[in-house]
């Protein structure tokens, strides 16, 4: 997917204290619609910090996040996905031996009625899982497996099936390539291209930047809380870029 | 484990200690014994279905016999002196429920463990049911109507066996067909993931353990009817062999979780354990025994769901 040019999300002056720590400190940053934005930086640079406060895990110190272009405040996750901003933790937070439609439906499950009653819909969140799976190219299609026989990549599917779930239009992945093997990595970064490919925004930490230089439109640069670069992936090189996370000046 | 003795050996286990004591024990086979096993199997099975409905939500229930005798003094003593039934129903059913809200708020709350908060929960219904009766029993001709509830039949089949369908069946479609019932499980599985997913844990969990309370309530109101008496300590033996039940039940059909028609089948086969053992002439302490044998042994099987209940691990 292009990138529009137009910000879905930005964020203004943007702070984070704990206590004494400065973990963010102003930081403005626009997120395109349609783009694969990653977000790098050293150890301790503040990129988790940053997620926390646009996926509403936590609450800026100071600054201002705006959605669509209107100003918004995340009282929590939960919060922030029924307004299409979701997010895919490191740990993917899914509950192993539950099957992988429970796991895409859980907290939003579908209904139909039975009489007075409203029982769970199963036939079509199955279907509708297993669709999710198809569109992002997994090769596992039956979702009524338990994630707990996944392999890494799989899971990751199942995770961002959740997203699609919600139909959320921004998808935050923090370093979702982390724990994986060579051939897993393949398979989460085809599952971005895919997510990308059917609309999404895609805002990516990552430590590894060939990953980046892979599927990343652009990348912003963090350094000890604040941003010191913001610029398209194109021209650069894996090399390049962390000799920029290193120095945090742009590559000669 | 996996396959199908992963899924259904203790349940097949369960079948042939059955034809065993068909073979051995003498008037085993016999179908009022038969009728017999299933009346008690009907108790345990109600109170270890509220059991499994707090083990779902990741809490444990060590109360739920103690409130059961409980409300069955509290019942009692109301139809004995000669309160409305439909008083005396509600009082039991309220008192169970109550413990288990108090339960709830223990655990979400006041962030005592389950294990040790049911434990107090337990000393404190004791404690009152002892208070209630002045430590005797509550006997006597009861209203008829009342006394039915708990040994009537309906063509044939003990009430009891019937509110025990009831019961499974509720439960069953509860938390196989419903929203919240999912959400009681997502809770047990995996709490934080649910929470981040929207899922009102803590409510789930009080919800757990309340509809264990509510159980024992159950219990209480249909045990007192079935004796018409009621004792401080009557439901105490229930506490094992119902939590036996339970982990038995968890090592069959949905192997490591608790699950309702696996609490029901291991009620029967805990229900035909000590029956049979009578039968044979084995004396009392050896269902005891017994007993013990098949906790340790369930929990082997089935280990990391209840070590999380417990110990938060
Ligand atoms: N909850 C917290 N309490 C106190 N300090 C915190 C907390 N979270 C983060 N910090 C501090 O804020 C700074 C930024 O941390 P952050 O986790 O955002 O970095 P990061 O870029 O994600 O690093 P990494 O690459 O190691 O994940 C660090 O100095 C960190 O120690
Ligand atoms: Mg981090």
Redesign the pocket.
């Known amino acids: 997917m292009t990138p529009t040019g137009e910000p879905i999300l930005s964020v203004r002056r943007l702070a984070?204290r704990?206590?004494a720590?400065q973990?963010?400190a102003g930081v403005d940053l626009d997120v395109q619609a349609g783009e694969v934005l990653a977000i790098c930086?050293?150890?301790?640079?503040?990129?988790?910090?940053?997620?926390?406060l646009i996926s509403g895990a936590d609450v800026p110190s100071e600054g201002e996040i705006h959605l669509r272009g209107e100003p918004v405040r995340f009282v929590s996750p939960q919060d922030a996905l029924t307004r299409g901003v979701a997010t895919i933790y490191q740990d993917l937070a899914l509950a192993p031996r539950l099957a992988i439609y429970q796991n895409v439906f859980m907290g939003a499950e579908l209904t139909r009625g039975l009489g007075p009653l409203r029982v769970l819909d199963k036939r079509t969140m199955i279907d509708q899982a297993s669709g999710y799976m198809v569109q992002l190219g997994s090769a596992v299609t039956d979702a009524t497996r338990p994630v707990a026989s996944l392999s890494g990549g799989q899971r990751q599917s199942v995770a961002i099936g959740r997203a699609l779930r919600w139909n959320a239009d921004v998808v935050i992945m923090d370093?979702p390539t982390a724990a994986l093997g060579v051939r897993e990595t393949a398979q989460v970064l085809d599952l971005i291209r895919a997510l990308n490919g059917t609309g999404k925004t895609v805002v990516l930490?990552s430590?590894n930047m060939a990953d980046v230089v892979a599927v990343a439109h652009r990348v912003a640069i963090?350094r000890q809380?604040r941003k010191v670069i913001e610029r398209p992936v194109s021209g650069l090189d894996a090399d390049m870029l962390s000799h920029m996370v290193m120095t945090g000046r742009e590559a000669a | 484990m996996r396959g199908f003795i992963g899924t259904y050996g203790t349940a097949l286990a369960g079948l042939a200690v059955f034809l065993f004591f068909v073979v051995a024990a003498p008037n085993f086979a016999n179908p009022v014994n038969l009728l017999n096993i299933l009346k008690q199997v009907s108790f345990l099975a109600i109170l270890g279905i509220g059991f499994t409905f707090a083990l779902t939500t990741g809490e444990l229930d060590l109360s739920f016999a103690n409130l059961a005798s409980l409300a069955a003094v509290a019942t009692g003593g109301l139809i004995h002196n000669g309160y409305p039934p439909a008083l005396a129903i509600a009082a039991g059913l309220a008192l169970g429920s109550a413990g288990g809200v108090l339960n709830g708020v223990l655990v979400t709350r006041v962030k005592v463990p389950s294990l040790i908060a049911t434990l107090a929960t337990a000393s404190i219904a004791n404690g009152c049911a002892f208070f209630l009766t002045a430590g005797v029993a509550f006997v006597g001709r009861w209203d008829p109507g009342f006394v039915a509830l708990g040994r009537a039949h309906v063509l044939g089949v003990p009430v009891l066996v019937l509110w025990m369908a009831a019961v499974v069946l509720i439960a069953l479609f509860v938390l196989k067909n419903t929203r919240v019932g999912f959400h009681m499980i997502c809770t047990g599985e995996a709490e934080e993931p649910a929470r981040l997913a929207g899922i009102r844990v803590r409510s789930m969990k009080v919800l757990g353990l309340t509809l264990s309370g509510a159980l024992a309530g159950v219990t209480a109101v249909l045990l007192t009817a079935n004796l018409s008496s009621a004792a401080p300590t009557m439901a105490g033996d229930y506490l094992l062999t119902a939590i036996a039940a339970v982990l038995l039940g968890m090592t069959m059909f949905e192997p490591g979780r608790p699950n309702v028609l696996g609490t029901l089948v291991g009620g029967v086969v805990i229900g035909v354990l000590s029956n049979g053992l009578i039968l044979l002439g084995a004396d009392y302490y050896v269902q005891d025994i017994v007993l013990g044998l098949i906790i340790i042994g369930s929990v082997a099987l089935s280990a990391s769901t209840l070590k999380k209940a417990a110990f938060g691990v």
């Open positions: 984070k704990y206590g720590v973990a963010l930086g050293d150890n301790g640079a503040g990129k988790s910090t940053l997620i926390k370093e930490i430590h963090l809380g």
